[in-house]
């Protein structure tokens, strides 16, 4: 199973998923595959936003079936907090999307 942890911090965001989700065999587990989609998108938009000033990429971390990522803003940058939360909101959207179709592979809190 792959377990996803999202919170908001005070200025910030923090995200992590671990695990294979185990829907299927290596090369051919679609579940594993939507949510590694997901979390690659999420890491080059956080790291276009690094690069555009907009965040700063504080914590990225990643293994095998592992990603853990912090991003901050400005202390009172309330347009970029709005942009980086929009910007989590959206992969979750996705990832709680394949946790009601594939509840017993993916879990997201």
Do not use: P, W
């Amino acid at each position: 199973m792959t377990k996803i942890h999202y919170s908001e911090l005070n200025h910030g965001c923090y995200f992590s998923a671990e695990g294979h989700a185990g829907y299927a065999a290596r090369g051919r587990d679609i579940v594993c595959a939507a949510i590694s989609a997901l979390c690659i998108s999420l890491l080059r938009r956080l790291e276009d936003m690094s690069l555009a000033g907009i965040v700063r990429l504080t914590q990225c971390d990643i293994a095998d079936g592992a990603l853990t990522l912090v991003a901050e803003t400005e202390d009172g940058d309330k347009l970029s907090e709005l942009r980086l939360r929009d910007t989590f909101d959206t992969v979750l959207a996705g990832l709680q999307a394949l946790e009601e179709k594939y509840g017993q592979y993916v879990e997201v809190d």
